[in-house]
């Protein structure tokens, strides 16, 4: 079945850091894939997708690239910011079935920076 | 704002008490589903309906039911609540069943049973 890997945390880094969330999917067909960031407190907000291969989802200094030969879908951000500290969710979506629009998340990333 | 809005934000509860977490959306969407987020289990679908009168389940559905009169309610009732039931639940909707445009979460539900 369909599901999705992704690196274990927590991650803690200094302010200005480079960021790499690593995060592999197996899926059946041909799924979109998306970054779910949450707050402390909070729920998860959408940070950022993408519906085929080769694109390129970014948002707020974030980027993450749908590659289909690999089945990943890395999320990287070139300086990191106190802000940024918050648990990330590597997620994937597939039509079909009797689930309609069923999601696979991974298991969250937390992230601390620290100045 | 367009969105999803859950309550209580938080409870305590006794268990084999009866309780009932609402989830409301103002988006019109057709398709709403709960989850349940614990640490290091990430989140797992309870229950779902892709649109209003249909309901099926998900991952871990015992212990849990939801209807879905209409469009805009989508609520989860803990029948006889058991400490394995402490989590932190979310109400999250979607637009199409295409799944493109992704889920929209509510803020959440922390709900202990003691």
């Known amino acids: 079945g369909d599901s999705v890997t992704q690196m274990e945390g927590p991650v803690t880094l200094s302010e200005e850091a480079f960021l790499t969330i690593n995060c592999t999917y197996t899926?059946?067909?041909?799924?979109?894939l998306f970054w779910y960031v949450q707050y402390p407190g909070e729920g998860l907000q959408l940070l950022l997708k993408?519906?085929?291969?080769?694109d390129k989802g970014s948002n707020k200094g974030f980027e993450a690239t749908y590659r289909k030969e690999t089945t990943s879908f890395h999320l990287e951000k070139g300086s990191v910011q106190v802000s940024d500290s918050a648990v990330y969710f590597c997620?994937?979506?597939?039509?079909?079935?009797?689930?309609?629009?069923?999601?696979?998340f991974g298991t969250g990333t937390s992230l601390t920076v620290i100045p | 704002i367009a969105g999803i809005t859950q309550a209580p934000t938080s409870q305590i509860l006794a268990a084999g008490r009866r309780m009932t977490l609402r989830c409301t959306q103002d988006?019109?969407?057709?398709?709403m589903y709960w989850y349940r987020q614990d640490l290091g289990l990430g989140l797992r679908l309870i229950h779902y309906?892709?649109?209003?009168?249909?309901?099926g389940k998900g991952e871990v559905p015992d212990g849990y039911s939801v209807s879905r009169a209409n469009t805009d309610d989508f609520p989860l009732t803990l029948a006889s609540a058991v400490p394995s039931q402490t989590s932190v639940y979310f109400c999250a909707s979607s637009e199409t069943l295409t799944g493109v445009f992704g889920y929209t979460f509510g803020s959440g539900t922390r709900l202990t049973v003691v």
């Open positions: 309906s892709n649109t209003a009168g249909t309901t």
């Open positions: 988006m019109r969407h057709n398709a």
């Open positions: 993408a519906t085929k291969a080769d």
């Open positions: 997620a994937l979506s597939e039509t079909g079935g009797d689930t309609g629009n069923q999601f696979y």
């Open positions: 899926a059946t067909g041909y799924p979109s």
